[in-house]
Structure formats: structure tokens, C-alpha cells
């Protein structure tokens, strides 16, 4: 049987002041720029597998769909700047 991991992060939002754009395929881009937390990896069992440390904060590139009411990302890739 697969032992069973959990994972417990937080990622803070540091700007989201893009505007949205359409683009010719119908789907939606903006930018954002993300702080990421120390990362805690849990055994199915309660007990710490791996930490991490936190990363620097990121500008990424978000492709979106909007269906029925609902934002639905595509991809969120990173625009230069260290790679995680």
C-alpha cells in the first residue's frame, strides 16, 4: 500500500494589479507576483517526511478560462528569476 503524504504551505500574494487579457483563444492572461512559505511534507502517519525552506517571491504568468461563473487556471508559469 502507498504511504500517504500531506502537504502544509501558505503563499502570500504580493501584487495582483494586472488586468486580465483576452487572448485570441478565448482564454485570459495576468500576472501576479507570489511569496511562497516554508514548506511541511507529513507521513500519513502524523510525522514530518521533509521541510523546506521559504522561496523568493516570484513573478508568474497566469493563463484562465472563465466557465460557468468559475475561473479555471491553465497554466501559471514563471517569468525569469530563480526557477523552483
Same mark, same amino acid.
Given at each position: 500500500m502507498a504511504q500517504r503524504r500531506t502537504l502544509a504551505c501558505r503563499r502570500q500574494v504580493l501584487d495582483t494589479r494586472s488586468t486580465f487579457v483576452v487572448t485570441p483563444s478565448g482564454t485570459y492572461q495576468a500576472t501576479?507576483? &507570489?511569496k511562497q512559505t #516554508?514548506?511541511?511534507y507529513y507521513n500519513g502517519d502524523g510525522t514530518l517526511n521533509e521541510a523546506t525552506t521559504a522561496a523568493p #517571491? &516570484?513573478?508568474?504568468?497566469? &493563463?484562465a478560462r472563465r466557465l460557468n461563473d468559475t475561473?479555471? #487556471?491553465l497554466t501559471v508559469e514563471h517569468? @525569469? @528569476?530563480p526557477q523552483q
Open positions: 501576479t507576483f &507570489v #516554508a514548506l511541511d #517571491a &516570484v513573478a508568474d504568468i497566469l &493563463v475561473w479555471i #487556471a517569468l @525569469g @528569476g
